[in-house]
Nanobody, 123 residues
Framework: QVQLVESGGGLVQAGGSLRLSCAASGRTFSSYFMGWFRQAPGKERECVSDISLSGSTTSYADSVKGRFTISRDNTKNTVYLQMNSLKPEDTAVYYC????????????????WGQGTQVTVSS
């Protein structure tokens, strides 16, 4: 079991940057695969990015590739999402998620979720 708390959301102009953080509880953070999701009003929840246990492998949705960077610091039990060149279409509630099951990670089926943080990008 792990508890996740996101922070760093806010209001930013198009073209600006924002850095999200997700702090995880427990001693076994390094045993969890991590992902970032987002959900805009009236839209389905979308996986934005994920990262392997050590942070050596990452993946991104096509819509954010080249603009967003996921990273993790296992000594701080924290995963980050650096968002650059933000667009109004990036406006959503952003959630971090975790699973310690490799096969769920591969299928993008996470077990634990944070409460979300709002990101609003103005035009």
């Amino acid at each position: 079991q792990v508890q996740l708390v996101e922070s760093g959301g806010g209001l930013v102009q198009a073209g600006g940057s924002l850095r999200l953080s997700c702090a995880a509880s427990g001693r076994t953070f390094s045993s969890y695969f991590m992902g970032w999701f987002r959900q805009a009003p009236g839209k389905e929840r979308e996986c934005v990015s994920d990262i392997s246990l050590s942070g050596s492998t990452t993946s991104y949705a096509d819509s954010v590739k080249g603009r967003f960077t996921i990273s993790r610091d296992n000594t701080k039990n924290t995963v980050y999402l650096q968002m650059n060149s933000l667009k109004p279409e990036d406006t959503a509630v952003y959630y971090c998620a975790a699973t310690n099951d490799y096969y769920k990670y591969r299928k993008v089926r996470y077990d634990y979720w944070g409460q979300g943080t709002q990101v609003t990008v103005s035009s």
